[in-house]
């Protein structure tokens, strides 16, 4: 049986059945990079860190305080939520595996991996547009906006974003639970992604691969569309706008808006709308990085912690705390 090249001794499957099973995964992560580990560990832990305080503040402070109880508020607090279960699937086992030699990921930890890491995604997406929609009400239709977003049209929204989420995602994850894998069990990423797992198969991969794909195109370019439309729609908007102030003020919003959201759809539609996705793997764990690591950090203080009543907010509840 052939023995793993990464670490001497260690078997790439256990017989099962007269064939060779895979059981566990390595993870090569960033083999190029070894030697800068210590700081390529500093440098994602920092990162990791920021993205958890800035959640963590957004939720608290708009579920303490009673002026931030409107609909862009709540849409901002449930978007939070999963931001932070979504990298914490990702971050911390790259973190452990950035200073331990054993970078194995038992086959159902893989699966479980990746099935969190795209229903989160999915979910994130969904959120996204929805987010949209709620910025183009509010601008674009201020008089009649806190009829219309009710908290119940907005639970509800929140809720079927969560909810899909996984519902997009299950049918894919359990096809690829079911096939295949008999060696060699490393994984060129530095988590269970969908085109490295799926290209270590020894099982006909077609169906999984166009079932990704077309997952991939309906989430992505779905929830794109609905957001570049409503945005589309909030730019027409501004520009009408007669006070040049105000203007201004609206526009450095909705550009730093824009600049995170093309970060977020553009790096995802080049990892997963493609047929192809086992080629180019290394070029993926680059953008897959952005998007996982970085992206999430940015954007509570791109959404959340420019707002000046946000900003408003903790500073009285650190006086109030002294």
């Not at 002026?67 to 914490?88: A, G, K, N, Q, V």
């Amino acid at each position: 049986m052939a023995l793993s090249p990464f670490f001497p001794g260690r078997q790439q499957g256990i017989v099962l059945d007269n064939q060779s099973a895979v059981r566990e995964f390595v993870l090569l992560q960033f083999p190029h990079l070894h030697h800068l580990g210590l700081l390529l560990f500093l440098v994602h832990l920092m990162i990791y860190l920021l993205m958890l305080s800035g959640n963590v503040v957004i939720i608290a402070i708009t579920w303490a305080d009673h002026c931030l109880h409107i609909p862009m508020y709540f849409f901002l607090r449930s978007f939070s939520f999963p931001e932070i279960c979504f990298t914490s699937v990702i971050v911390p086992k790259m973190l452990a595996n950035f200073f331990s030699e054993d970078k194995t990921i038992s086959f159902t930890g893989c699966i479980a991996q990746a099935f969190f890491y795209l229903s989160l995604g999915v979910s994130e997406f969904l959120l996204l547009a929805a987010m949209s929609l709620d910025r183009y009400m509010a601008i674009c239709y201020p008089l009649h906006y806190m009829a219309i977003m009710s908290s119940r049209v907005c639970t509800f929204m929140v809720l079927t974003s969560w909810f899909d989420g996984f519902f997009f995602i299950i049918g894919l994850i359990t096809m690829i639970s079911q096939l295949s894998f008999c060696g060699p069990n490393v994984l060129n990423h530095f988590f269970c992604d969908v085109g490295p797992l799926v290209s270590l198969s020894c099982s006909n991969t077609h169906l999984v691969e166009s079932m990704d794909f077309l997952v991939a195109a309906v989430v992505l370019l779905g929830s794109w569309a609905i957001t570049a439309v409503s945005y589309s729609y909030i730019v027409a908007t501004i520009i009408r706008i007669l006070s040049a102030k105000e203007r201004r003020k609206a526009f450095s919003t909705c550009s730093s808006h824009i600049t995170v959201l093309s970060i977020v759809f553009g790096s995802c539609i080049f990892m997963y709308v493609r047929p192809k996705q086992r080629d180019g793997l290394d070029i993926t764990k680059g953008v897959a990085n952005l998007n996982t690591v970085i992206t999430p950090m940015l954007n509570p203080f791109i959404y959340s912690l420019r707002n000046k009543q946000v900003i408003q907010v903790f500073k009285d509840t650190l006086c109030w705390k002294k």
